[in-house]
């Protein structure tokens, strides 16, 4: 909305232009008056829009041409004021002061007009008669009214309807040649009612109406109000009214009504509740509010925009199986001017046996997009209306952003949630798979997966410690030269070769020299394709010697080729070490007495030498699963670095997550 009003009133001389600002500041008829009264300015707190509004004369005597010409490219409304009882200064509306303002201002955005009839005293009926051809002749001329300076009739009301005619236009919401709101207005009522429909079942009940009623006006509607509301619909609908709340039909109804009527400030009000401008594009501060992300910090969604995101899925899963068909898709992301998710999205998260999106699915998606653009998860979440129903300041109050990695590593701990590993790998080493294989596919469902559908990211939730966190698999391009530092930045890097294929593991090893091997960022050698028969590799070390110089785990063999959904234990030590760092050379419990353990302390001997990597890995597996759920003293050490909010938080959020 505008931060003030400029209103301009013209007409020919004596007609009573300055005698009006007159009696509207002084609350009386002054017997005379100059020809010309100085610019005014009304205080915002006494306007009944509370907006500043300036007021400005016009004196063909005083001013030239120019002048005038000036003043009306600087006015926000004009006001072409006649005499009633002269019949040449309704004359001159139509055939001097309307194609005079019409020349100076565009064509796409003419600025309202308002006819005003003074001196209204001095004659018996009214000139609206004459009026009212020019008015629908005219769709600039916002209204029109009859006043008179001498007895203070109408004075405040012209002024009301000039700063109306600027705040709440008309012009965008209803076409007064069709007496019908235009299309643009009713399809940002349809979405506002789709937001406001918490329940979706096209009704908006007492409940969701009182909703929206106090979200919009900041007041309750009274009980009897809600029913004299869906009378009023009732009575000119058929079907404006159904299970005594109101549908889609009567929601638009009810607004038409209300601009018809004049009341047109209402629709305005809901509008830019809505977070609508006046061309009823969405906002850029409701779209892109504010946010600072300090450089080596990542964002995710708290808490509360993981309910409300919840909330929209449960309320689009009309069949209640937990996963979202692609009408109920369509549906939920209708409130969108365009479709966000491409059939990509479907390759990128779990999805059900019918390839639907799951709950988990969505919900990583949605990590995914915080992740990956901030900027882009605030223009959705604005779309859902995210801010308005939590009754949150912005979009921004869904995003929390992360402590920097530096202090993490500093620390030791990390309050994060979501982590990121890259996987790098040569051409056809397995990187896809190992991909898809943590959604749960083997390789023969991956087969199923079109070209054009494919995604380079693939991101789901594992448990470390008890506690449930989100990885974020990125596979990047095996162009050795063209490495960028997006592509190397992670929380921990998966370097994969094929078992089968002599050539891949050089690329492993070479990108490990060249960008990892100073890092702080924890690698693992992925030997994949552990189906096939393994070859000796045409590299000057084996990968388990060059794991060993360069004191990273063995390589950790790997294949989604299985019967069933391929093993998520690899996926969770990631995260793990992800998480930790620092404990790369340690087995991750770090209790020094287990097998592992005591295996990786004696790495060098004769011992270790002779354990085939397939076993070391067998091992690792089993005693993440298994050891560290049940030793107790595990759960305790995972408490530590979170703090109770975020243990807390996660429990209530599994609670919520197992009721489903
Ligand atoms: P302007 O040239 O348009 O600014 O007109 P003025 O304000 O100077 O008024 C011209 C004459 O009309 C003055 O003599 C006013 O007293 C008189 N006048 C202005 N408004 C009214 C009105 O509402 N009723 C009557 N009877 N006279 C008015
Ligand atoms: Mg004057």
């Known amino acids: 909305m505008r931060k003030d009003v400029r209103i301009l009133l013209v007409g020919e001389p004596k007609v009573g232009k300055t005698s009006l600002i007159m009696s509207l500041v002084s609350e009386e008829f002054p017997d005379e008056v100059p020809l010309r009264a100085e610019e005014i300015t009304i205080p915002a707190d006494v306007t009944p829009e509370r907006v500043p ?10 001013q030239s041409d120019e002048q005038l010409y000036q003043e009306i490219s600087k006015a926000n409304v004009i006001c072409i004021v006649y005499s009633v009882n002269n019949k040449k200064s309704i004359e001159k509306v139509t055939s001097h002061w309307i194609p005079l303002i019409n020349e100076r201002t565009d064509k796409d955005s003419r600025v309202p007009l308002i006819l005003v009839g003074n001196k209204s005293d001095l004659v018996e009926h009214s000139s609206m008669e004459t009026i009212l051809p020019i008015m629908n002749q005219y769709s600039e001329i916002e209204t029109c009214v009859e006043c008179s300076a001498k007895n203070l009739k109408n004075i405040s009301e012209l002024f009301y309807y000039a700063q109306k005619a600027v705040l709440h236009p008309t012009g965008p919401l209803y076409s007064p040649e069709e007496k019908e709101m235009k299309s643009s207005c009713i399809k940002a009522l349809t979405r506002i009612f789709k937001i406001s429909d918490l329940d979706n079942d096209g009704i908006l009940n007492d409940s969701e109406l009182n909703f929206f009623q106090r979200t919009c ?14 009378n009023v619909v009732r009575k000119n609908l058929l079907d404006g009214v159904k299970d005594n709340g109101l549908t889609l039909k009567g ?28 061309d009823l594009e969405l906002t ?29 899925f449960d309320k689009h899963d009309k069949d209640r ?8 898709l369509k549906d939920l992301f209708k409130v969108f001017p365009y479709m966000p998710w491409g059939p990509d999205v479907n390759n990128t998260v779990c999805t059900n046996e019918q390839g639907w999106i799951t709950y988990q699915g969505y919900l990583s998606q949605w990590t995914l997009t915080t992740y990956l653009d901030v900027q882009r998860c605030l223009e959705y979440l604005g779309y859902l209306g995210y801010s308005i129903i939590q009754e949150q300041e912005s979009q921004a109050a869904a995003i929390t952003v992360t402590r920097s990695k530096r202090i993490d590593l500093q620390k030791k701990q990390t309050q994060r949630s979501v982590f990121r590993c890259n996987v790098l790998g040569a051409r056809d080493s397995g990187k896809s798979g190992f991909l898809q294989a943590f959604l749960g596919r083997n390789l023969a469902r991956q087969n199923r997966i079109r070209d ?21 698999l990125h596979e990047v391009l095996p162009d050795f030269e063209f490495l960028s530092e997006a592509d190397l930045a992670c929380d921990v890097v998966c370097l994969v070769y094929d078992i089968s294929n002599p050539h891949s593991f050089e690329y492993c090893a070479k990108v490990y020299k060249k960008h990892f091997i100073d890092s702080k960022t924890p690698c693992v050698i992925i030997g994949a394709k552990s189906d096939l028969h393994e070859t000796r590799q045409y590299y000057s070390t084996s990968p388990l010697d060059f794991c060993r110089k360069h004191k990273l785990h063995p390589p950790q063999l790997f294949t989604c080729n299985t019967a069933d959904a391929p093993s998520k234990d690899i996926y969770t030590k990631l995260t793990t070490m992800a998480m930790y760092p620092h404990s790369k050379l340690r087995c991750m419990c770090t209790c020094n007495r287990c097998t592992f353990c005591i295996c990786h302390n004696l790495l060098n001997s004769e011992l270790v030498r002779s354990v085939k990597a397939k076993l070391y890995s067998a091992v690792l597996t089993r005693h993440m699963t298994q050891a560290d759920l049940k030793n107790s003293t595990f759960w305790l050490r995972a408490s530590v670095g979170a703090t109770v ?7 209530m959020y599994k609670a919520l997550l197992k009721q489903r």
């Open 452 to 472: 054009d559908h494919k995604s380079y990211y693939a991101i789901s939730t594992t448990y470390v410690y008890g506690q449930e966190k989100y990885l974020l």
């Open 321 to 328: 199986d937990c996963a979202l068909s692609p009408d109920e």
């Open 645 to 651: 909010f975020a243990v807390l938080g996660f429990a």
């Open 53 to 62: 509004t300036h007021i400005v004369d016009y004196s063909e005597a005083e």
């Open 284 to 312: 850029q501060e409701y779209l892109f509010p504010l946010l600072k992300i300090p450089p080596d910090c990542t964002t995710e969604l708290n808490h509360n925009a993981y309910l409300f995101l919840q909330s929209v």
């Open 217 to 230: 006006f900041n007041i309750p509607l009274a009980l009897q109000a809600l029913e004299d509301v869906k």
């Open 251 to 278: 929601f638009l109804f009810l607004h038409t009504l209300f601009i018809q009527r004049g009341r047109h400030e209402t629709t305005w009000t809901v509008l830019r509740r809505f977070g609508y401008d006046d």
